[in-house]
């Protein structure tokens, strides 16, 4: 090749680098909304570093997930792709199916340095291609800084996934309110039974979110040293509600609604706040429309740039769909099925449907039947909140029918009235009811979902390699 095509193809590389930004993903383990300081739930949870880079960047008040369930979750992301139609991979512990791609594969096909750190893909064992290319990319055991010093050269544009164990359960009792919190200052869910017990489990969570924040942080500040802050576009979020009753692995507000603040230096105007609705399956389009990587048709996410950078609200969706098939097997044997169940949500309402409400919805409290040996409300995670509402359930009643009680097939809330979803209304609304659940279906229909004329899949006959809750020896390490 002469020489002026190499120097051609060498400058031509050099600036489309240039114009190609980095992308730094930053996600918790188990954070949900509104739980960052800039959402002003409560003075008590600080988070500098997510706030930072909302004022800095865009700040998101309805961001939700696919399944509010860590392997769905988490796979849906990563494929741009709603959780149901990814076989397997819609229940907790599923892999990823072969024929679908990860965002970070893709862009380390075009010519990214690509990797992760702690959390990314999981829990559940990835299989084919997945095993000898990462789908977050390669794991650096040492973090970002490792990552950094392992780029073939400062012209190279990255991906790095950072992910964290925090908040997860189990948290070191009392840690929230021994850092200097104030207990009495913590707004817990109106379904939780005010304590100081409950209150004081609350700041142990805050406490985990606020070392998350750190680590967010540290990574920030490694940008800035290596002078590449406002040519990456950061992202910070969480993959589901917190890990407590009517939470985590529930389709209210308090199980599928997350943080997420996007910056991108001069790119997306600062201070901006988006109140129409996002799904964390949009992230992997728009990272791939950022680096100019072409978008798989198969992906059901949506681009959020023209929304950042300058169209607005209106680029975003205008009501949110979100689902769960199984995550802990926590029925009674020899049912080893999940809790189904679907939701549509707009500004006004949110509209749930059971597929199967004979089952329990956060698993049987007849520990002694469970098909997963003592497992114990499978599907929600112990801890002292879990252990006092139902040690205390004649003194809590509501709360306790709330988060562990059956449901019916139907559920439907005004949320101007009922901002924590407590009063169900599809009885007593019929029409407005029927209407939702005819929104749903369609949204569904075109979504690809099984259960509504997507391709045929038994999610309940999945292998389950995980473990559960169990009743009662495992409730000393809450």
Sequence with gaps: MPKCLILFAIITKIVMASERPNILFCIA????????????????????????????????????????????????????????????????????????????????????????????????????????????????????????????????????????????????????????????????????????????????????????????????????????????????????????????????????????????????????????????????????????VKIPGEMTGINLLPALTGAGEKKLRPFIIAGKERHVPSQEAPNLGGYPSRMYRDHQYLYIRNYEPTRWPNGTPRWQKAALKNTWYGDTDNGPTKSLIIDRQDQFPKAYQLCFSKRPAEELYELSKDPDQLINLAQSKPELTKKYATLLTAALERAGDPRHGGPVYDFDQQPYSGGGPKFPALRKNQ
Excluded at 46 to 59: V, Y
Excluded at 200 to 227: C, M, P, T, W
Excluded at 229 to 246: A, N, Y
Aim: with cysteine; aromatic share 12%.
């Design 29 to 292: 383990d188990d954070w949900g909304a509104p739980h960052a300081t800039i959402y002003q739930n409560d003075s008590v949870v600080q988070t500098p570093t997510f706030d930072r880079i909302a004022r800095e960047g865009a700040l998101f008040w309805n961001a939700y997930v696919s399944s509010p369930s860590c392997t769905p979750c988490r796979n849906s992301l990563m494929t741009g792709q709603w959780h149901w139609r990814l076989q397997a991979g819609a229940n907790l512990y599923g892999t990823l199916p072969q024929d679908v791609e990860s965002y970070a594969r893709l862009l380390k096909q075009a010519g990214y340095h690509t990797g992760s750190w702690r959390k990314s893909f999981g829990p559940g064992a990835l299989e084919g291609k997945f095993l000898q290319d990462h789908p977050a990319g390669k794991v650096y055991p040492k973090g970002f800084s490792e990552f950094l010093a392992a780029r073939p050269d400062t012209q190279t544009p990255f991906c790095f996934w950072l992910g964290a164990s925090d908040p997860h359960r189990g948290y070191k009792k009392g840690s929230g309110k021994d850092s200097g919190m104030d207990l009495s200052k913590i707004r817990p869910f109106s379904f939780f039974p005010d304590t100081e017990e409950i209150r004081s489990d609350i700041a142990d969570y805050y406490f985990e979110v606020q070392r998350f924040d750190s680590d967010v942080a540290k990574a920030v500040a490694e940008l800035e040293r290596i002078g590449e802050l406002d040519k990456t576009i950061i992202v910070v979020t969480g993959d589901h509600g917190m890990p407590f009753p009517r939470c985590k692995s529930n389709l209210y507000d308090s199980g599928t609604k997350v943080p997420l603040a996007i910056r991108w230096g001069k790119k997306i105007k600062a201070g901006q706040e988006f109140h129409n609705f996002a799904s964390l399956i949009d992230l992997a389009p728009t990272f791939l429309a950022a680096a100019g």
